[in-house]
């Protein structure tokens, strides 16, 4: 091969001549990176973050939390005495004995403290994917690039795999609910298409901009999650695990670096 290739992923070889005493040919079709002009990145990262919110969790968000709990041992009791909870009746105080059955809860006090801490955690996890999402949406807007027909397709590809997967584990196959939603496969490629050619985008956008910042992944990190994945997933390959997470971490580093 004497052409240097900026290929994205890995390519499909298919054997064309293979005999005896002859060389073996072959082909490999690749996705290879587009010509990808990106706008002021960091001007729109700066602009975006700046208007982050400052999460604040009230004491009406804990008390409702604290009445919804009530609600649940309410219901516990009346199904304990084979009866229907009375909507009207006075919920029960969250007593000592049951605050053990939900957890390390010394005290009520000690619950609500508990409670603000996971929901100031939540609210503060949900408000920076959000801005995540807007940067990004910025920077693709602005973005100019031609998406090769094949990196849409592998998107696709993999679109179908994660839903495939996650039908799997409710007990179905994708035939199976295609079927009972009453589409074909090609018709939900077609649905899926729009949010495949915005992934494949902003994948794109993140792997380019880790390029012109020279991002890469903290090494000692990805060895220890690698070793960690291939004990949940034994039959994946050391090589597509690698590939995967190195673009997670180089993700991960690059929306921090935007922040």
Sequence with gaps: ISEKIDALGRPEVRITKIAPGNPLEFTLTTAVFPEITLPDYKKI????????????????EIDKTITEIQKMRAAQEAQEKGEERDENAALPE????????LGDFS???DLRTKLRE????????RAKDKTRVEIMEGIVA?????????????ELHRMHDEFSHEIERMGMTFESYANA???????????????AEKRAKVQL????????????PDEARLKEESAALRSTYPE????????YLSMILTNEKVFEFLE
């Design 205 to 216: 956008l993140t792997a380019k901009i880790a390029e012109v910042e020279a991002i890469k």
């Design 45 to 60: 990262a700066a602009k975006i973050a700046k208007k982050k919110e400052d999460v604040e969790v009230k004491d009406e």
């Design 107 to 109: 005290s009520i006090d």
């Design 236 to 243: 994946a390959s050391e090589e597509r695990i690698t590939d």
């Design 142 to 154: 602005d973005a100019k690039m031609e998406l090769p027909e094949i990196i849409i397709e592998q």
């Design 118 to 125: 996971n929901l100031t955690q939540e609210k503060a996890r």
């Design 94 to 101: 969250l007593d000592q004995d049951y605050l053990k059955t």
């Design 181 to 195: 939603v009453g589409k074909s496969a090609e018709e939900m490629r077609k649905e899926w298409r729009p949010d």
